[in-house]
């Protein structure tokens, strides 16, 4: 299996624009979870799904952040309008239910917004 | 709501030393994770505990659950084990709350 993959790896993108990012997660894992790493405020939970039903989104910071994780294979991180305030590293984590097997996490995708 | 401390936060030592990273965290967390995050960014899980002890390769974690503590140690530590180490704990729900992360460097 290839892991975890997001895309893109980089983006830098201007004040009010959208902003998507995308997750693949290990085939046969059927919770997956969206984190944020800031310097700040270190990892945080943002959103995870369990069989792509959203279970907790208390850490998505407003609304102008939203995830959808249409079928099992992927799932997409949406801020609009972005602001600089969000520039951080995305991560994308998958595991098996419960996170028996531990997690597997994805490289991350750095949102940089000017 | 689950706490993560994590100590130290910063840990210089020179190659062949032996490391240990200490984890305190709440009641309502069930299982441990370490995780180690190399200046690259990627995150890669080492070890869940959930009771007792686990081994690979140099790397041992430790649990106790009485106390709600629990260590990683490095032994025949390397310039390579330079990276942050980072706890953290899930609770009740599948997420995870993380600690501030421990910057280790090991010097040659």
């Known amino acids: 299996d290839a892991g975890v993959i997001q895309s893109p790896r980089h983006e830098v993108t201007e004040m009010g624009q959208e902003v998507t990012l995308r997750c693949k997660p290990i085939?046969?894992?059927?919770?997956l979870f969206w984190y944020r790493q800031t310097m700040m405020r270190g990892l945080e939970l943002l959103i995870y799904f369990n069989n792509n039903v959203p279970i907790d989104d208390s850490g998505m910071p407003e609304d102008r952040f939203s995830a959808k994780m249409p079928n099992a294979s992927f799932s997409t991180l949406k801020i609009q309008p972005s602001e600089p305030r969000d520039s951080a590293v995305y991560f994308c984590?998958?595991?098996?239910?419960?996170?028996?097997?531990?997690?597997?996490f994805g490289s991350g995708t750095r949102l940089t917004v000017v | 709501k689950n706490e993560v401390e994590q100590s130290p936060q910063n840990l210089t030592a020179q190659e062949g030393e032996f490391i240990t990273i200490n984890c305190s965290y709440s009641v309502g967390i069930s299982a441990l994770h370490w995780l180690q995050q190399h200046p690259g960014g990627g995150i890669v899980s080492l070890f869940m505990?959930?009771?007792g002890k686990k081994k690979h390769g140099r790397l041992i974690a430790t649990i106790n659950i009485q106390e709600k503590h629990s260590s990683l140690h490095i032994t025949a530590s390397h310039p390579r084990d330079s990276a942050v180490y980072i706890c953290?704990?899930?609770?009740?729900?599948?997420?995870?709350?993380f600690g501030k992360g421990t910057h280790l460097i090991i010097q040659p």
């Open positions: 085939s046969g894992h059927n919770s």
């Open positions: 505990l959930s009771s």
């Open positions: 953290a704990g899930r609770g009740g729900a599948d997420g995870l709350t």
């Open positions: 984590a998958s595991s098996l239910l419960q996170g028996a097997s531990g997690y597997t």
